[in-house]
């Protein structure tokens, strides 16, 4: 129950955003529908304004003055009339969103348990939840294997990290750490605010067709609403101090989560020095699955040890997704 309530939890923590964008793009079609008829709807009044000015205009021709007043009085009544009605369709509109939004917040979530064994595996999860159906379904899905790519020259990533007091949370599905806020890295004129990082073993994503034991997802948010991936490879190697750090006070219960104000960590510390990486669109490896996710998967490995790594396989033998079809996408690299 505890785990079931957690992945929850970290579905919402993950969704959310993309969510939101998905909801905002869905309301902002129905505000733009509504105000276009809106827009038919003035036309109306003002067509017939003009008729009724032009029924006016002819009865002041007839020397009929006090009638023609009259009438246009009445016109101009109408339109404000009219008008009236179109503005209430505005906070209507609005309503819609707001609806559409906590709808989407309710159901996007996604209720059903899933994991990386037996019938909640990976190839099922587009089948446990109508709110995972992209799981299944969706053409731009992550990870993939990197094998072709197209070489560009891609626009730095200008990472600006703080040291963040360090809280890890095992959510029952990997090994979370929560970055407190100001931390961020910016690439293309877009700034992406980092919010957690976490494990999977063996990697996600394949490098010219093969997995790395372990790989690292340092999850961001953009000005936009999208998510940002930056996806860190972890080979065996020597002893990582800031992994020791994490494991160490990882617990081992889904759902504890650990706070130590003292311990200071930087997502600088667990990057290569490289920034070579490679991009594509994509989507979370994780259900809802969400699309429109801008992935960077950088080229060179950090290093663990093959202890640490055996360390977190005791807690999570195997919580990698299988790479997905590249379909009509392009991979492009440094
Ligand atoms: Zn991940």
Redesign the pocket.
């Known amino acids: 129950m505890k785990k079931l309530l957690l992945s929850t939890a970290l579905s919402l923590a993950i969704v959310y955003p993309a969510t939101a964008e998905e909801s905002r793009t869905a309301g902002g079609d129905k505000i733009q529908v509504i105000e276009s008829s809106a827009g038919s709807e003035s036309d109306a009044v003002q067509r017939a304004a003009e008729k009724m000015a032009e029924d006016s205009q002819v009865a002041v021709e007839g020397a009929v003055e006090t009638a023609a007043e009259e009438a246009v009085e009445e016109t101009t009544e109408a339109a404000a009339e009219e008008v009236e009605k179109i503005q209430a369709v505005e906070p209507a509109a609005a309503d819609a969103e707001h609806e559409i939004q906590e709808k989407r917040e309710a159901h996007g979530a996604g209720q059903a348990h899933w994991g990386y064994g037996g019938a909640e595996s990976a190839p099922y999860w587009g089948t446990l939840d109508e709110a995972y159906h992209a799981c299944g379904a969706g053409q731009a899905q992550s990870p993939i294997n990197i094998s072709k790519f197209l070489q560009e020259d891609l626009a730095d990533i200008v990472s600006a990290y703080n040291p963040s007091s360090l809280s890890v949370v095992n959510n029952g599905h990997?090994i979370q750490v929560n970055f407190e806020s100001g931390s961020s890295f910016s690439t293309d004129n877009m700034k992406y605010d980092l919010l957690q990082a976490?494990f999977?073993t063996p990697s996600?994503h394949y490098l010219d067709g093969a997995p790395y034991p372990m790989?690292v997802?340092f999850?961001h948010k953009a000005a936009d609403g999208a998510l940002g991936?930056i996806g860190v490879m972890m080979k065996v190697g020597e002893h990582n101090k800031v992994i020791e750090g994490i494991w160490q006070n990882a617990p081992i219960n889904a759902g504890d989560e650990k706070n130590i104000e003292s311990v200071k960590i930087s997502a600088t510390d667990l990057m290569p020095e490289s920034k070579e990486y490679y991009k594509y669109e994509g989507s979370l490896?994780?259900p809802p699955c969400s699309e429109g996710v801008r992935w960077h998967v950088m080229k060179d490995p950090i290093d663990v040890s093959e202890g640490q790594l055996k360390a977190f396989q005791a807690l999570f033998p195997v919580n990698a997704r299988p790479v997905q079809a590249l379909n009509d996408r392009v991979v492009t690299g440094d």
């Open positions: 990997t976490h999977h996600e790989e997802h999850v991936v490896t994780t």
